[in-house]
């Protein structure tokens, strides 16, 4: 089962444009932050730093993405390091304020990215007929 669950994710991955990625980023960063949070929760110190080290990694994927040929790139690259250093706090304190601090930022560029996308594809749909 878990060997047909990876053999998804990979295609997935593959055949996604590059927008959905971004989105596919945001939404594992989503889910490791709850799962860090979730940890801190249940005293789980292993599993905390475990997640909230992938979030970390995402978000640093992110930032690598950026085009820094425009100027929303260079806010969110501002944002981005200020995710990062709640993700830190959160993991290094134990420190669920931060935590949903980050999931709440985070959750609302997945959302704003969701929608942009949404609209392109009616534009392309628009475009086409």
Same mark, same amino acid.
């Given at each position: 089962?878990? +060997?047909?669950?990876?053999?998804?994710?990979?295609?997935?991955?593959?055949?996604?444009?590059?927008?959905?990625?971004?989105?596919?980023?945001?939404?594992?960063?989503?889910?490791? #932050? %709850?799962?860090?949070?979730?940890?801190?929760?249940?005293? /789980?110190?292993?599993?905390? +730093?475990?997640?909230?080290?992938?979030?970390?990694? #995402?978000?640093?994927?992110?930032?690598?993405?950026? /085009?820094?040929?425009?100027? #929303?790139?260079?806010?969110?690259?501002?944002?981005? /390091?200020?995710?990062?250093?709640? =993700?830190?706090?959160?993991?290094?304190?134990?420190?669920?304020?931060?935590?949903?601090?980050? =999931?709440?930022? #985070?959750?609302?560029?997945?959302?704003?990215?969701?929608?942009? =996308?949404? =609209?392109?594809?009616?534009? %392309?749909?628009?475009?086409?007929?």
């Amino acid at each position: 089962m878990l +060997h047909a669950q990876n053999q998804y994710q990979n295609t997935k991955v593959q055949t996604s444009s590059p927008g959905e990625l971004t989105l596919l980023l945001y939404n594992g960063a989503i889910r490791f #932050i %709850k799962l860090g949070i979730a940890a801190i929760e249940q005293k /789980d110190m292993n599993s905390k +730093h475990m997640n909230f080290i992938k979030a970390q990694n #995402i978000v640093d994927e992110l930032q690598a993405t950026l /085009d820094m040929n425009y100027e #929303i790139s260079r806010n969110l690259v501002s944002l981005y /390091d200020y995710i990062q250093s709640k =993700l830190f706090e959160a993991n290094a304190k134990k420190d669920k304020a931060a935590a949903n601090e980050s =999931l709440n930022l #985070i959750t609302e560029l997945r959302d704003t990215w969701a929608e942009a =996308l949404k =609209l392109a594809k009616q534009d %392309k749909v628009a475009s086409n007929t």
